[in-house]
């Protein structure tokens, strides 16, 4: 894992749209993952911003969601496909037939899982995944004692989840879904690179679990420390419990230049 640690979350999510713009104008067909939540917000208005000063295309990419909830229609206030609308979607030029979100009213859990996985390997397999963590440690909405082999699939919310959520549904838990259609650890894994980002103290603790405990499926974040490609972008409240802090900012300080894409 590399573990880059900026001043801020606006620092932190620049660094992490330098590397999916890198990705994009080199590979103009790239199979980007997305999530949602307030975490990748300043990132997508980074990307917004380079699509239209810079020319970054879309018009190639394609996307697949993590996950979305299990009950709510697309257009619902709170659904992750309106979320990835608003906040990214119809600010870019990408197709619609390229975007991917799981469809949370679908009848047949099980089959719309299997056809997700199967369109994602029919796109070449993701690229780079992007990603927050839970305060629980969950990706995705992989809660903690998630199989790390486990692919797409429902879920049940731990009441942690419900809690950290509530603040999007008016403070109101009784609104917010119990069950959800995630993309598996085993999906994630899979994809070439992971950006995970994670800004503010109240990811310290899971931040710190996921990069210097033990690899565990009670965290199941912990898992990115066997991916080949991972880079994890902090904020200083979000770096505050890790041990090794001032030996990850060395390493970043000490990069070759080569090998700085962000
Ligand atoms: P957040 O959620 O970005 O809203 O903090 C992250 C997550 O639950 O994965």
């Known amino acids: 894992m590399e573990v880059i640690i900026k001043q801020n979350a606006e620092a932190g999510s620049h660094a992490a749209a330098a590397a999916v713009a890198r990705l ?13 939540g307030s975490t990748p917000l300043i990132l997508y208005k980074e990307l917004i911003r380079m699509h ?18 299990v009950g709510l229609p697309a ?9 990835m609308q608003e906040n990214f979607f119809c600010h870019i030029n990408i197709k619609p037939e390229n975007v991917h979100i799981p469809d949370g009213m ?73 069950h959800c259609i995630t993309m598996g650890i085993g999906t994630i894994m899979d994809a070439r690179m992971v950006l995970m980002l994670a800004f503010g103290g109240n990811k310290a603790e899971a931040v710190a679990a996921m990069v210097e405990g033990p690899v565990a499926a009670v965290m199941p974040a912990s898992i990115l420390q066997h991916h080949p490609c991972a880079k994890v972008f902090v904020d200083e409240p979000a770096a505050e419990r890790l041990k090794l802090a001032d030996y990850y900012r060395w390493i970043y300080d000490n990069k070759p230049g080569w090998q700085k894409d962000c």
């Not at 959520?165 to 917010?176: I, L, T």
């Open 75 to 83: 257009g619902h206030e709170q659904s992750y496909h309106r979320f």
């Open 106 to 178: 679908t009848t047949d859990v099980p089959a719309f899982c299997a056809d997700y996985e199967q369109a994602i390997a029919e796109a070449g397999g993701i690229d780079l995944q992007v990603l927050g963590i839970g305060s629980d440690g969950h990706v995705g909405f992989n809660e903690p004692t998630s199989s790390f082999a486990s692919r797409t699939r429902i879920k049940t919310l731990t009441r942690q989840t419900v809690a950290d959520n509530a603040r999007f549904f008016n403070g109101d838990e009784s609104k917010v879904p119990h």
């Open 24 to 36: 994009i104008r080199e590979q103009p067909d790239a199979v980007l993952g997305l999530a949602t």
């Open 52 to 69: 239209r000063e810079e020319g970054l295309d879309f018009s190639r990419v394609t996307t697949f969601n993590l996950d979305e909830y």
